[in-house]
């Protein structure tokens, strides 16, 4: 059955597996990292260990979890089990041991070890793999294995995460990296992909995989002080630190200040690049911070007053037209009087590709049934790349927001390549074979001129590419208006509308029409050469032949007549000279 895809051709598994508006799941963290030679190059002062030790301090206690290394074979490196300050003591330790030493890339094996245990579903716990490599399936000197071993991860092992319900979140870490591999995983599990373009930006990269999967309460963060209510119960805050940047100070509303070395009552880790500080029971009131400000900074708070948001897949297309909702609940309870939702403000910051920021604010439901879900429809076309939702529910006495990162991306890549000829281009369509099936794929392309003619173009398969050569022959604006239909990894086919793209159109003259006379002679006649002379005027050719001798003649006696004077001229002057002499 056709249908026109107006969400990202993945999006609709995850957005069935997102875990409903009720209590808080508990969480079972597995998390999976590559330590290959090929380490020593894309990761040489092996930031792996400090931003394992973000996560291990994130993953919220109570939890379950565990991590294990790989390379040609796998090792378990912080047994699985209870999230609590031994597991964490535990997990450093084996942070501390990560190493870039062992040989090929056994991703299959890695995925077939850190899934133990996830046989059917668990309704009670999100179950999340952190999946970190710099290469590609690598079992092997026999490329054919390797190949075989890829084939696995996509078909049994892939199968197997999408029964037990996990998402996996994955990270590349080199531009070698298997991408279509990684991104496929997180597609069809509901899951993210992220590319760390240096090892220095791992963590970031890491807490944000982190934020995305378990989704933490946070109180926004303006300025250097924010608010902390009666009912948060521990405050967690993650401060990002520069080269050379000061050290955090955390002040209370009516205590002495905290710091890495005065940390009383709270949980400091400081590694390198961050500072985490978990407080409990933390005072209520307005806490100030001395650090420096970073877009990354987070206050994650474990509160009964709760905020609940859905509609932010991790994936997009374009014109994909967003329904965000937005719900507090306390005590697992949605909270729907009146008397205390009209103190409250919903809104929706959206960052674009660019850092604009835009705010819209959240409506109440009109429906009965939905009474307390405040609700925002998102329906403007989006540039491709990261896009930000932060959503926040503010009062005068409490402060929540999540915020959720988007990648919005095409299924099919598009590029225009310029050619040598000025006004003349190459136009190449392709699959992105983590969405779609790149074998038969089907496109339309229609040139439209800027006079508003069109033409469809006739596309050749080369190298991968659906291509086609586009001349313009007008000055102005071309679109290629690009609908394209092909199968995606669930067999179903998707006609997708790519809407246009444009090309900057050259004049160029038309082709100057040949002689009639020339035209005739060309074509074969069945009649006498005489009878074709009878189209000649004779009369006329002597007439023009007279006309033109007669005004060559005149030309010449002109010239003459003049030359004459010019003689004359001269000799009387000089007789003038010889008189005066």
Request: hydrophobic share 40%; aromatic share 6%.
């Amino acid at each position: 059955m056709r249908r026109l895809v107006c969400l990202a051709l993945v999006l609709t598994a995850a957005l069935i597996r997102a875990p409903a508006l009720a209590a808080a799941p508990a969480y079972d963290f597995r998390v999976v990292i590559d330590v290959s030679g090929s380490m020593k190059k894309t990761d040489p002062r092996n930031l792996r260990a400090p931003a394992l030790k973000l996560i291990n301090g994130l993953i919220p206690s109570g939890s379950r979890g565990g991590v294990w290394t790989f390379g040609k074979y796998v090792d378990m490196a912080v047994k699985w089990g209870k999230v609590d300050d031994a597991w964490r003591r535990q997990a450093d330790i084996g942070a501390d041991q990560i190493h870039s030493n062992a040989l090929l890339t056994n991703i299959e094996s890695a995925l077939a070890r850190a899934r133990v245990g996830w046989g059917k579903p668990d309704a009670g716990t999100q179950r999340i793999l952190l999946l970190l490599t710099d290469g590609k399936v690598d079992v092997s000197s026999d490329p054919v294995k390797n190949e075989k071993s890829r084939d696995r991860v996509l078909g049994a092992s892939l199968a197997a995460l999408k029964q037990a319900q996990a998402e996996v979140h994955a990270i590349a870490l080199s531009d070698g990296t298997d991408e279509v591999l990684l991104k496929q995983l997180a597609l069809e599990t509901g899951g993210s992909f992220a590319i760390a373009k240096t090892a220095d930006e791992l963590q970031k990269v890491f807490f944000r995989m982190f934020e995305r999967a378990s989704k933490p309460d946070t109180v926004a963060l303006s300025g250097k002080e924010f608010p902390i209510d009666a009912s948060i119960r521990e405050m967690t805050l993650l401060i990002f630190r520069g080269p050379g940047s000061q050290p955090t100070i955390l002040i209370p509303p009516d205590s002495p200040a905290i710091s890495a070395q005065k940390p009383r009552a709270s949980r400091w880790r400081s590694d390198q690049g961050y500072d985490l500080i978990t407080v409990k029971n933390p005072q209520a009131g307005t806490w100030r911070i001395d650090a420096e400000m970073d877009p990354d900074n987070r206050l994650m708070v474990v509160t009964d007053l709760r905020l609940q948001v859905a509609g932010v897949p991790a994936y997009a297309t374009p014109r994909s037209a967003l329904q965000l909702s937005a719900e507090l609940f306390n005590r697992d309870k949605k909270i729907s009087k009146n008397s205390f939702l009209r103190f409250v403000d919903f809104e929706l910051t959206h960052i674009d590709v660019e850092g604009s920021e835009k705010q819209y604010p959240l409506v109440h439901s009109k429906q009965r049934k939905n009474k307390g879900r405040y609700l925002y429809q998102l329906e403007q076309t989006l540039a491709e790349g990261t896009h930000s939702f932060v959503v926040s529910a503010d009062s005068r006495t409490f402060n929540r927001s999540k915020r959720f990162d988007m990648q919005v991306q095409w299924p099919v890549e598009v590029k225009i390549e310029a050619l040598p000829q000025l006004g003349d281009y190459r136009l190449k369509l392709r699959a992105r074979e983590e969405y779609l099936k790149p074998d038969g794929m089907v496109a339309n392309v229609d040139i439209e001129a800027p006079d508003g003619s069109r033409d469809r173009l006739e596309l050749e398969a080369s190298a991968g590419w659906l291509q086609t050569r586009v001349e313009t022959g007008q000055a102005g604006l071309y679109r290629a208006h690009i609908r394209v239909s092909a199968q995606n990894h669930a067999t179903e086919i998707n006609d997708i509308d790519l809407g246009s793209y444009s090309m900057l159109g050259v004049y160029r003259a038309p082709p100057v029409a040949p002689k009639a006379e020339a035209a005739v002679a060309e074509q074969p006649s069945s009649t006498p050469d005489v009878e074709a002379d009878k189209g000649i005027d004779w009369r006329l050719v002597g007439i023009v032949v007279v006309a033109v001798n007669l005004f060559l003649m005149l030309l010449i006696l002109a010239g003459w007549l003049i030359l004459r004077r010019r003689r004359a001229a001269a000799e009387s002057a000089i007789d003038d000279e010889e008189l005066s002499a």
